[in-house]
């Protein structure tokens, strides 16, 4: 293949992965919209819901015995995930589900919950569409960067981990730990599809020339202590689903009423987290400082740092937001979405300030 086509089935593939990422974040957005109006019962199967690929409008439309025949379907593949945990060497684990009632309660059919999750549902599918088509198209690069491939394949697989992780969220009735490890496999998806994106562009010379020259000794320095805060984020992020999971545990408490009352009934997870938020403003706003004087403040990357910056005082204000206004429902995905948005921006930079020579020259496209 000529140089020119190549060079183009790269502005292809990166436009692809730029999409499949976008909508990615896209998804975890609905996510925190379906836990904000718990919704996330709202089919008590998967894939289908109620059975059926278009769900019901009116529990008219179902058997008499339908919870019967759901908590029936749930309690099997429990039973199932319960063995796979127990070989896996998680017996403590498996224990809890076995010995935790709630898990197989069950919730009326509420038409409004049910197609929230059902689109929420659809649009992962998409997503599911997207990743293959980012394979597919990878494929054409193989003989460039063969990693790109592989990484796309890999991103493939961990979507449809994360799709069997949403139907076990499911079946276990919206356990709090694996809705956490559903996020935390979500940004790890995010941070994998980044990357993608990112070595791809190192296959084109012309994105070899956006970071400025700059002493090895200060790029290392920021980069180093940019990757703590990316794992300080990450941490933040893991307190933010344990407030989360006890918001939802209030919630329910109070049948979803009252939210003025429910920041009282949190516990000190809730304070470690708002007040963690503020160390790692501090941390950012002194490399954004360190960056301004040096090369570094020129160009896209410093941009993307102050995007960087913005989005961090947005999810604070969203924070006080939620913790002063009785926790409005539609600023709790929001507050995900910024954390999310976060995570990648800080990966992105990260990796713009560790850029090297990827490719031999014979391998970049002029």
């Given at each position: 293949m000529?140089q020119k086509?190549?060079?183009?089935?790269?502005?292809r593939f990166?436009?692809?992965?730029?999409i499949?990422?976008?909508a990615v974040f896209?998804l975890?957005?609905?996510?925190?919209?379906?836990?904000?109006?718990?919704?996330?019962m709202?089919?008590p199967d998967?894939?289908?819901?109620?059975?059926?690929w278009?769900?019901?409008?009116?529990v008219?439309?179902l058997?008499?015995?339908y919870?019967e025949i759901?908590?029936?379907k749930?309690?099997?593949?429990?039973?199932?995930?319960v063995s796979?945990l127990n070989?896996l060497g998680?017996?403590t684990?498996?224990r809890?589900?076995?010995?935790d009632?709630s898990i197989?309660?069950?919730e009326?059919?509420?038409?409004?919950?049910?197609?929230?999750?059902?689109?929420?549902?659809?649009?992962?599918?998409?997503?599911g569409?997207?990743?293959?088509?980012t394979?597919?198209?990878?494929?054409?690069l193989?003989k460039l960067d063969?990693?790109?491939?592989l990484?796309?394949?890999l991103?493939?697989?961990?979507?449809v981990f994360?799709?069997?992780?949403?139907s076990?969220v499911?079946s276990?009735n919206l356990?709090q730990?694996?809705?956490?490890?559903?996020m935390?496999v979500a940004?790890l998806?995010?941070c994998l599809?980044?990357?993608i994106?990112f070595?791809?562009?190192?296959l084109v010379s012309a994105s070899k020339?956006?970071?400025?020259?700059i002493?090895l000794g200060?790029?290392?320095w920021i980069?180093a202590?940019?990757?703590?805060?990316?794992?300080?984020?990450f941490?933040q992020?893991?307190l933010g689903?344990?407030v989360?999971?006890?918001?939802d545990v209030i919630?329910a408490?109070?049948?979803y009423q009252?939210?003025?009352?429910w920041i009282s009934?949190?516990?000190?997870?809730?304070?470690?987290?708002?007040s963690?938020?503020?160390i790692?403003?501090g941390?950012?706003?002194?490399?954004?400082?360190?960056?301004?004087?040096?090369?570094?403040?020129?160009?896209?990357?410093?941009?993307?740092f102050?995007?960087?910056?913005g989005l961090?005082?947005?999810?604070?204000?969203?924070?006080v937001?939620m913790a002063?206004?009785?926790?409005?429902?539609?600023?709790?995905?929001?507050?995900?979405l910024?954390g999310s948005?976060i995570?990648g921006?800080?990966?992105?930079i990260?990796l713009?300030l560790?850029v090297a020579?990827?490719?031999?020259?014979?391998n970049?496209?002029?």
């Open positions: 000529k086509n190549l060079k183009e089935e790269v502005h990166r436009r692809i992965s730029y499949t990422t976008v896209f975890i957005l609905v996510g925190g919209i379906v836990r904000s109006t718990g919704a996330g709202g089919c998967w894939p289908k819901c109620f059975g059926s278009i769900p019901p409008t009116s008219d439309q058997p008499e015995n919870a759901y908590l029936e749930r309690a099997d593949k429990n039973e199932r995930f796979l070989v998680f017996p684990l498996a809890q589900i076995e010995e009632e197989l309660s069950h009326p059919f509420n038409a409004t919950k049910t197609w929230i999750e059902y689109v929420n549902r659809l649009i992962g599918v998409a997503i569409l997207l990743i293959i088509l394979f597919v198209q990878s494929i054409r193989r063969y990693k790109i491939t990484l796309s394949l991103a493939l697989i961990a979507v994360q799709g069997w992780l949403g076990i499911v276990t356990l730990w694996m809705i956490s490890l559903h935390i940004l998806l995010v599809l980044l990357y994106y070595r791809s562009g190192t020339g956006e970071n400025p020259v002493s200060e790029r290392k980069r202590w940019l990757g703590i805060g990316m794992l300080l984020m941490v992020i893991v689903t344990q989360r999971e006890h918001i919630a408490e109070f049948g009252n939210r003025g009352l009934k949190l516990g000190t997870t809730f304070y470690i987290h708002r963690f938020s503020l790692l403003i941390l950012h706003i002194y490399l954004f400082y360190r960056m301004s004087l040096s090369e570094l403040g020129k160009g896209g990357l410093m941009n993307r102050k995007w960087l910056i961090m005082i947005t999810v604070v204000i969203s924070g937001v002063y206004l009785s926790i409005p429902a539609f600023v709790q995905p929001l507050h995900l910024l948005l995570i921006f800080q990966y992105y990260w713009e560790g020579k990827y490719h031999s020259e014979e970049v496209l002029v």
